[in-house]
């Protein structure tokens, strides 16, 4: 069974550019999250959906980042415009449960520079 | 906001040789995962544990949750290069289903 699914791995782009991350997680995992984890840092919560409804965006830089989960499956996070502060590796993770104590199986990243 | 301490933040050590990873916060966690995650990759779970005073085992990983469920220690047998990785702590606290990640013990065993 195939994991979940990131793309595209490296993303190299100059501040001011918008740019986009695609997720497809596991198949019938309801639950959706997007992490960014800065270097020598654990990951930290953006945002969380219940099939397509964000649940908790609480942490989400709403005036630049936005985030889309059409049809409760695959998952879009965008930065528009991208600043020098937003390099980091964002990660998306899905699980069967929304508790604490469910497994949540991450993707592999996608690592953004900004120059 | 909870906060969740890990330590140390790096080790290095010999193959053959044991460690302990420390996990600690300043209120009761309802739950506490492990993960480990390896360069360019993310983060796969380890363990889960809920219960004070609980014990899990993973080959040569011990997980201990202790009583007062506020901390929580890996303990490593005889490392291999192979457990080379950065390890973290995830707690949940409360009905939140959040996971408030520790920023990593990034553990290197040589050969």
């Known amino acids: 069974e195939a994991g979940v699914v990131q793309s595209p791995r490296y993303k190299i782009i100059e501040k001011k550019q918008p740019v986009a991350f695609w997720c497809n997680p596991i198949?019938?995992?309801?639950?959706l999250y997007w992490y960014r984890q800065n270097l020598g840092q654990g990951p930290e919560l953006l945002i969380r959906?219940?099939?397509?409804?964000?649940?908790?965006d609480s942490q989400l830089p709403k005036d630049r980042f936005s985030a889309e989960r059409l049809k409760g499956v695959d998952s879009t996070l965008k930065i528009q415009p991208a600043e020098l502060g937003d390099s980091a590796v964002y990660l998306c993770?899905?699980?069967?449960?929304?508790?604490?104590?469910?497994?949540?199986?991450f993707g592999p990243g996608t690592r953004l520079t900004v120059l | 906001t909870q906060l969740l301490e890990q330590s140390p933040q790096f080790l290095s050590i010999q193959e053959g040789e044991n460690l302990t990873v420390y996990c600690n916060s300043s209120?009761?966690?309802?739950?506490l995962q492990w993960y480990r995650q390896e360069p360019g990759e993310g983060p796969v779970l380890l363990v889960t544990?809920?219960?004070?005073?609980e014990v899990k085992k993973l080959k040569r990983l011990t997980f201990q949750f202790g009583d007062a469920r506020k901390d929580s220690s890996l303990h490593i047998t005889a490392a291999q290069p192979g457990d080379t990785g950065l390890y973290l702590c995830?707690?949940?606290?409360?009905?939140?289903?959040?996971?408030?990640f520790g920023k990593g013990t990034l553990l290197t065993v040589n050969p």
């Open positions: 993770a899905s699980s069967l449960g929304r508790f604490g104590n469910n497994e949540q199986f």
């Open positions: 198949s019938g995992h309801n639950t």
């Open positions: 959906y219940e099939n397509e409804e964000a649940v908790d």
């Open positions: 209120s009761v966690f309802s739950s």
């Open positions: 544990v809920v219960t004070g005073g």
């Open positions: 995830a707690g949940a606290w409360g009905s939140n289903y959040k996971l408030t």
